[in-house]
């Protein structure tokens, strides 16, 4: 059973503050600083270019780090152990498995749905504009997808669990149907690592990226993953072929031969103070299941939305009501949801605004209790019953909401 | 007049080291740990995601640091200001320059060398290869570069400083050649940014990629730059069309539109972590110019190669004599380098080899000075006048080399 007041006690939270906001960046492990610390002073600062063999993780060496932590973000989504990577952006490996995938097939055809985080449909539709061969980028509406595999479709590229109201596709299910048609799937894991349980293996995903800043708490930036299905992993031929993706970097031959298996998945130069900072987290994560955080996040969702359904009549739930079909976060409708969110923040809880109407709040087990729950609520009613959203100050738009 | 002990003394160097590898990672700059530490536990830790509006630099927000600190790498490289924006790796860099300069000309050869970066190669010709539009990727010997340049060629992509000896080509040269038959240029500034003086504005240069953690300092992992030119910059179609690079990124929008001037070379999330680090060195920057850098770092290669050559006769010189010709490393060939450069480093003095047969050292005036030279020359006698190197121990390859 994990104990969730002992992780809890381990993250950096301010004083005064209810921070429904760690599915967009999630706190401080207490223990990172110390550990960067340790990356720069001891490994940069002392092993110099010799830390590349010598240090990060286990001494292991700073270039074995993302597939080292890799694997631990592996167990977390169900891949076989050595086929996930980390590295870049999450941009990145959305276009990276994106260009793999249509070299995998004749089709021209990728299809997603305008639920999707809007910068995997943008580098889609970079890629598809660059590649100049006919390529379609299809976007239907979620619930429109299952319909919308046909056999003209080659890759159906969506994110699991709907950034703005948390509702989620049946990974399994479409996965299954895509594959029936000859239909290879992408799945973004953006709102779904750390926050629900995934289970790539069983079912049979054959492309997984996902970020680390969000449930997984790797701070500001922090790397992306990448997931390769193992039937896959030795025969995808990288668009974005860099040197640590060479089956040998430091041969530094003029020709580029992939490496093997989710190795080919590199690019450049891992960012070592970045893996630095997320492995304090992974060593939090190692204290607890899926299975267990699913079951607390349901609890404190559910929670939530009674909570604010009884206090609050003026919101709207924007999420999925059963609890099977929403991610680990509540979003809520109201014209003025802008202007409630920034009152809310002025009272110290943090969730955030997404365009146009949505309040989001996030519900994140490792940190976040039912007394944090029942707090946000008080709050909330608070702000909603004496209508303290309705001043100025509240509706000006900060530059990034 | 720059105080070089001064800049020396902002640097950890182990005791007993001297580190003639700064041109592969920088060392850690002493005030490093605590601008990282404050940016975790002051800014992550307290502001949570209101960092990207409030942290960072300046509380200029984290979103801002990409191009704050991206002009202050453009000082270094002779950019226009606001025409620099730091982020990925220089692999992706190279990829998305290659990507928007082919979008620009009608033409399908890429002319480049073998003396570029491999990575930069391979990432052509991934690029190449996806696109299936017919597209040559060239490789000529570096002294053949300006005679290849024939109306054909679309795009010239090269490093100016070789990896391996240093010899540096005529940027601007080659960029008037260039654009007198119609070609636009790359330029990859590996070892060019903070190693010896360039002019991007005046040489007219297209587009210029580069990294920060060799001679910038900017830790192992440190991200990348890229420069566009003002004449194209509004121009340029992202292939990597990121929802940091679109016009808007928080109104979520379905469809990409490019943000203004070099905003849309950013991709993804910024690596708000490793920005505090890099912050860190420019700090250091701040106190020199590059002409002061590049007369001292003449002094100090051409006392190296003299020291040397009068004390090591069976190393044979590789790099340029001619000070104007090379970059700030000097390269020495023999057949057992490998072997050479292990028995230095088990003496404290830290440079690289590079296959088949090269032993390379980097000279960097912000932290190495001439008694440093003598010291390593010194060193180096020692273990060539003792066959010193010729042991088993120091034959054997270790991963990373």
């Known amino acids: 059973m994990t104990d969730f007041a002992a992780t809890k006690a381990l993250f950096h939270l301010p004083p005064g503050v209810i921070y429904l906001d760690g599915n967009s960046l999630g706190p ?6 110390a550990r960067m610390a340790q990356v720069m002073t001891d490994e940069w600062g002392e092993m110099l270019i010799t830390g590349w063999n010598r240090g990060g993780s286990d001494g292991a060496g700073w270039m074995a780090q993302p597939t080292l ?15 996930v990577v980390l590295g870049d952006t999450l941009s990145i490996k ?8 249509l070299e995998m097939t004749e089709r021209k055809v990728v299809l997603s749905d305008n639920g999707n985080f809007p910068s995997d449909l943008y580098m889609a539709e970079g890629l598809v504009r660059s590649l100049r061969q006919g390529h379609e980028l299809r976007i239907v509406a979620p619930e429109e997808v299952e319909a919308s595999l046909t056999p003209e479709i080659g890759v159906l590229m969506i994110t699991e669990v709907d950034y703005r109201t948390g509702r989620m596709h049946d990974m399994v299910r479409l996965t299954e149907r895509a594959h029936s048609l000859g239909i290879l799937t992408i799945w973004d894991l953006a709102h779904s690592a750390g926050a629900v349980p995934v289970d790539l293996a069983r079912a049979r995903a054959d492309f997984a990226v996902g970020c680390t800043y969000k449930y997984l708490n790797g701070g ?7 997931y390769v299905a193992p039937r896959h992993a030795n025969r995808v031929r990288p668009a974005l072929s860099g040197w640590l993706g060479h ?7 003029i020709d580029y031969r992939p490496g093997a298996g989710i190795e080919r998945m590199r690019v450049g130069t891992p960012p070592v103070l970045a893996l630095a900072a997320l492995e304090a ?3 939090i994560w190692d204290m607890t299941t899926m299975a267990e955080v699913r079951a607390r996040s ?9 909570g604010v359904e009884a206090a609050c009549p003026t919101l709207t739930l924007a999420s999925p009501r059963d609890p099977d079909l929403r991610g680990s976060q509540v979003s809520f409708r109201h014209a003025q949801g802008y202007a409630i969110m920034q009152a809310l923040i002025a009272r110290g809880v943090i969730g955030d605004f997404r365009a146009p109407d949505i309040l989001r709040f996030g519900f994140t087990p490792l940190y976040i209790d039912q007394g944090d ?3 946000a609520v008080a709050v909330l009613a608070e702000v909603m019953d004496g209508a303290l959203w309705d001043r100025d100050e509240y509706r000006t738009r900060s530059r990034v909401t």
Not at 28 to 33: D, H, I, K, R, V
């Open 28 to 33: 401080l492990p207490l223990s990172a600083p």
């Open 69 to 83: 932590l890799g694997d631990r973000v592996g167990r977390l989504i169900g891949a076989e152990p050595s086929h």
């Open 94 to 101: 959305v276009y990276q498995a994106l260009a793999a995938a």
């Open 220 to 226: 500001p930036g922090a790397p992306a993953f990448i």
């Open 247 to 253: 089956e040998s970097p430091f041969a530094f031959d």
């Open 281 to 283: 987290s992974l060593d």
């Open 298 to 306: 349901q609890e404190l969702t559910g929670r939530f939305i009674a």
């Open 373 to 375: 729950v029942d707090g």
